[in-house]
């Protein structure tokens, strides 16, 4: 695990590890990290390997993988027991950490998580999809999809920016 590669926020006593989905990182919060009880909660943050901070670190890029560096981030921080909220990719990988070490997880929140099994797709669900690393117009039709195409250009224009400015090619294939 790359040393400083978990940003926290708040002093509380109930730890909770905010796990970034696929087109996200650490930073993509947007103004969560401002909101949140910080007296009761303390969150942190981790990038995951091939995003932000870590996009130089090489690996497997699985669910499973993943879920070995964030519990071995929660490890450096010393913390024994935490909860879990898994945006997309990290519910899924929320999941994985679940398997993994369910002694020191309180509870799991998933906000749009993936499911933890593959999910069938078409041909053309296919090719959007593994498209995706390669192709920037694909991530942003998967944005657009994915949030029932109500938000403006200029926010999946964003959105979009934002993966492809905190992700490598190699992470966000997953290969």
Avoid at 5 to 34: N, Q, R
Avoid at 113 to 118: K, R, S
Wanted: charged share 20%; proline share 5%.
């Amino acid at each position: 695990m790359m040393a400083n590669s978990m940003k926290s926020v708040g002093t509380g006593d109930h730890h909770v590890i905010c796990l970034h989905g696929w087109f996200g990182s650490a930073d993509g919060w947007g103004y969560l990290p401002e909101l949140v009880d910080t007296k009761t909660f303390t969150y942190h943050f981790p990038e995951m390997r091939g995003y932000g901070a870590r996009a130089s670190e090489a690996g497997d890029y699985t669910m499973r993988e993943y879920a070995t560096d964030a519990l071995a981030a929660a490890d450096d921080a010393g913390l024994k027991g935490f909860s879990l909220v898994g945006h997309s990719m990290g519910g899924k990988v929320a999941a994985s950490m679940m398997m993994q070490a369910p002694e020191k997880i309180r509870s799991l929140v998933g906000i749009s998580p993936v499911a933890p099994a593959p999910v069938p797709l078409d041909a053309d669900s296919e090719a959007l999809f593994f498209g995706a690393a390669q192709a920037p117009e694909n991530r942003k039709m998967i944005l657009d999809i994915t949030t029932g195409s109500r938000y403006s250009d200029r926010w999946l224009s964003s959105m979009m920016q934002h993966s492809l400015d905190n992700s490598t090619v190699p992470a966000f294939s997953g290969a």
